[in-house]
C-alpha cells in the first residue's frame, strides 16, 4: 500500500548495546504518494519531508471536533453479499450508504466525518483499523447488508465485539466477514501469545461498554423508523471491529437475500433517512459521552 516515512530516529538501544534505527509508516492515497515521488529529493532535505496527512482523513478538524470513521465494507475484489434480485453487489451498496452518512455528519458542528475508503478499493481488515486509529477517529460505523439463506428473515442488525458470539446467527456472519483478507489472498496474521484473546483483552472493557452504548443509541433511533431482526442488537468476534481505543460498530443495513430489503437498500430517499437517523444516533451518544467527561 502507499505510504509515507513519518518518523525516522536514530536511538540508543535499551540494552545499551549500540544504536537502532527506527523508522514509522503511515498509510495514505495514491495521489499523495505520486507527489511524494514526484518531489523526492535526496540532495534537498526540506523538499524530500514534505508532509501529507494519512488516508482518508477527515478535512479541516479543529481541536474538540468529533471524529468518525465511515467503513463501506467490502471493496475491490471482495465484492460481498449479492443482491436476490437486481444481483446488485455489496461493495457498491455499502459505499453508497457509507458516503451519504458521511455528508450527513460532516453537515453537524462539531462533527467531522471520513470515510476508510472512497471507491471501489479493497481494503484488509486490520488496514481499515489502522486508518480509523491514525486519524484519531472516536467512533467507528463498519456498513454491510449481507445475505442469509433464509430468504424471509429482513431488517437491520448491530454488532460490537464480544470474545463469545450471541448466537450462531451472529457467529456465522462474523465468520464470513473475517474471510474477507483471504478473498484477496491476503494471510491473517495470526496475533502473538499475550494478545491472542485481543477480543477482550486488548481492546478496553470501557472502549467495549462505549461500543455497546453506541450501538443501543443506533437501536433507539431506528425504534419505529427502521424495521430490524429479533435481539437486533448482537455481538461476536469481528476483527474490523478490534481497535482497542476506538468504539466500533457494524451495522448490517439489511438483508440482500431479501427483495424486500433490497429494494429499500438501493432506495436514495431510503438511504438518506438511514443517514438522519444515524446522525441522530452519534448525537446522542456524543452529548452522553461529553456529559460523563468524555
Do not use: C
Amino acid at each position: 500500500s502507499p505510504v509515507k516515512l513519518a518518523l525516522a530516529k536514530v536511538q540508543a538501544d535499551e540494552a545499551g548495546k549500540g544504536h537502532r534505527l527506527v523508522l514509522e509508516a503511515e498509510m495514505i492515497d495514491k495521489q499523495a504518494f505520486a507527489e511524494l515521488v514526484r518531489t523526492q529529493s535526496w540532495n534537498d532535505r526540506a523538499e524530500a519531508a514534505e508532509t501529507t496527512s494519512a488516508i482518508p482523513a477527515p478535512e479541516k478538524t479543529a481541536p474538540g471536533d468529533f471524529v468518525i470513521a465511515v467503513d463501506a465494507g467490502h471493496g475491490g475484489i471482495d465484492t460481498g453479499a449479492i443482491g436476490v434480485d437486481t444481483k446488485t453487489e455489496e461493495k457498491q451498496v455499502t459505499l453508497a450508504f457509507a458516503k451519504a452518512l458521511t455528508d450527513r455528519l460532516n453537515k453537524e458542528p462539531g462533527i467531522k466525518a471520513f470515510l476508510t475508503r472512497e471507491d471501489d478499493e479493497f481494503l484488509s481488515l486490520s488496514q481499515r483499523v489502522l486508518i480509523a486509529r491514525q486519524n484519531h477517529a472516536g467512533l467507528f460505523i463498519s456498513l454491510h447488508a449481507d445475505t442469509l439463506k433464509q430468504k424471509d428473515i429482513r431488517g437491520a442488525t448491530v454488532y460490537t465485539i464480544s470474545d463469545k458470539a450471541s448466537d450462531k446467527l451472529a457467529a456465522d456472519l462474523a465468520e464470513r466477514e473475517n474471510l474477507s483478507d483471504q478473498i484477496a489472498g491476503k494471510e491473517t496474521v495470526a496475533e502473538p501469545p499475550e494478545v491472542a484473546d485481543i477480543l477482550l483483552d486488548l481492546t478496553r472493557r470501557e472502549t467495549q461498554a462505549f461500543s455497546i452504548s453506541l450501538a443501543e443509541s443506533v437501536l433507539n433511533s431506528f425504534r419505529d423508523q427502521v424495521g430490524t431482526i429479533n435481539n437486533p442488537h448482537r455481538h461476536a468476534g469481528f476483527r474490523v471491529l478490534q481497535a482497542p481505543d476506538v468504539p466500533s460498530i457494524l451495522l448490517e443495513l439489511g438483508f440482500l437475500s431479501n427483495a424486500d430489503d433490497e429494494k429499500r437498500l438501493l432506495d436514495e430517499t431510503w438511504r438518506g433517512k438511514i443517514a438522519d437517523l444515524l446522525t441522530d444516533a452519534v448525537k446522542r451518544y456524543r452529548a452522553a459521552v461529553m456529559a460523563n467527561g468524555g
